[in-house]
């Protein structure tokens, strides 16, 4: 355990560039390790989750190196791949660390090749249901063989060739989307997945970049129809890894909610299946402004500049929760500090994260002296007005091991008058290693 109270510091003040997207960090080493060639990677996110990934592919075959330091201070990423169809039978187990991302997709990958991998995780990991990516992927001719209910550890035995399947996602999900499409890319013939509710796309616009025949259609319902063309010939690419919103959303809300901050996040991933989080802000008064908005490798990027806002409570829509689906408890915590009631719903999805984390964000922050209640589906939450919330005094307050929930708790400390002690921050490096000390380099 690593402890740590997090107390009110006064205005956030300063420019900060986050690590790179999380997601498109995962499919950059995974797609240049199917690429025959070289793929060169810049701003990569070298937390634990990515890290993982990385391990994986060389386990597999490709040769992934972190080569000397760029302008920017940031690595270069050298990945030779394999080429679609020749990953290699890894000889030991893939561990997958605490990263869901890494496992559903490498399951989907592994899934259309002649091996077999053992996937194993930590105990957070362990618990997270596999079961929605095994259903699928089981159908296109992969065996698996789980723990009780379908979890890690578990094997997977390729099929060789896999069977192409159209398949409906019964519930949005861009993990079991992602690991359809990217056992599709090994399967003869067109590989259909439907989506009746949009999720973020970083899949679909990146194998098109590698140059995977891939297209998508609405259809008559509304539901997004995504073909891929299997035993695709991948072609190497140089890749800019755009920040991550995720990451962002962090110090966005504690700009929002810390009074007379004002804070710019450079080079900020705004892909609209992936910055809900920043609408929602704005719906409920955040004053949130892009500055010099471009376009990166097919993805919208722009620096934001937050400043100090009197938020107000809002209904939001459920539409948009797949959008900010690991933004919610950030958001929770701007909501604690808003004038009036914000109420979410069709949140179902937070309950099988790293934590069930509709129910310990409401702990967390009614132990901080939030008025919080839980739902089956989300959180009903009443705001101070934009009063520091009194502070967690007694205890830590529980993170279970979930890197957002001790990142938004810590947010929350800044804007308490005893402030927040975290019970563990080590699980932070799973995604965002500098987030302490770029929060320590913008006091006062």
């Known amino acids: 355990m690593r402890p740590r109270r997090f107390m009110p510091v006064g205005p956030l003040k300063g420019t900060i560039r986050v690590p790179g997207d999380k997601s498109i960090s995962h499919r950059s080493i995974m797609l240049g390790a199917l690429a025959v060639g070289e793929t060169r990677v810049t701003g990569l996110l070298e937390g634990e989750d990515v890290l993982s990934t990385a391990a994986a592919m060389r386990a597999m075959g490709a040769s992934v190196l972190r080569q000397a330091q760029d302008d920017r201070g940031g690595a270069e990423w050298i990945i030779h791949g394999v080429g679609v169809g020749a990953l290699l039978q890894p000889e030991a187990a893939l561990d997958m660390g605490n990263s869901g991302t890494s496992t559903r997709l490498l399951m989907g990958l592994v899934a259309s090749h002649p091996i077999t991998a053992s996937f194993i995780g930590d105990a957070s990991l362990s618990k997270r249901p596999m079961g929605r990516a095994i259903e ?35 519930v949005a999900s861009a993990q079991v989307k992602s690991a359809i499409l990217l056992a599709g890319l090994n399967t003869p013939g067109v590989t259909t997945v439907i989506e009746p509710v949009p999720t973020r796309d970083h899949s679909e ?34 890749i800019e890894v755009p920040g991550d919103p995720s990451s962002a959303a962090f110090f966005i809300v504690a700009a929002l909610i ?57 209904a ?129």
């Open 205 to 238: 616009r990146m194998l098109r970049g590698f140059g995977a025949e891939l297209s998508v259609e609405i259809d008559s319902d509304g539901a997004r129809v995504i073909r891929i063309r299997g035993e695709a010939e991948l072609k190497p690419q140089v």
């Open 316 to 444: 939001v829509d459920p539409a948009i929760a797949p959008s900010m689906i690991d933004e919610f408890p950030a958001l929770f915590v701007a909501a604690a500090l808003a004038e009036g009631t914000t109420v979410t719903t069709g949140l179902d999805e937070l309950r099988v994260k790293e934590s069930d984390r509709i129910s310990v964000m409401a702990a967390a922050l009614s132990a901080a002296g939030a008025r919080v209640t839980e739902t089956e589906d989300g959180l009903t939450i009443e705001g101070t007005g934009g009063d520091p919330l009194p502070g967690a005094n007694n205890q830590p307050v529980a993170t279970h091991l979930d890197h957002r929930i001790a990142m938004s708790m810590a947010v929350a400390g800044l804007a308490s008058r005893g402030g927040v002690e975290v019970d563990d921050t080590r699980p932070i490096a799973t995604s965002f290693p500098q987030f302490e000390a770029l929060l320590d380099g913008l006091k006062g």
């Open 258 to 314: 810390v009074p007379g901050s004002e804070l710019t996040i450079q080079n900020v991933g705004l892909n609209p299946t992936r910055a809900g989080i920043v609408e929602v802000l704005r719906q409920m008064g955040g004053n949130i402004t892009e500055v010099n908005p471009r376009e990166v490798g097919g993805e919208p990027v722009a620096d934001l500049l937050v400043r100090h806002s009197a938020l107000k409570g809002i």
């Open 136 to 170: 699928p992927l089981s159908r296109m001719g992969a065996e698996f063989t789980a723990s009780p209910g379908g979890t890690l550890p578990l094997m997977l035995r390729g099929a060789s060739p896999a069977v192409p399947i159209e398949y409906r996602l019964p």
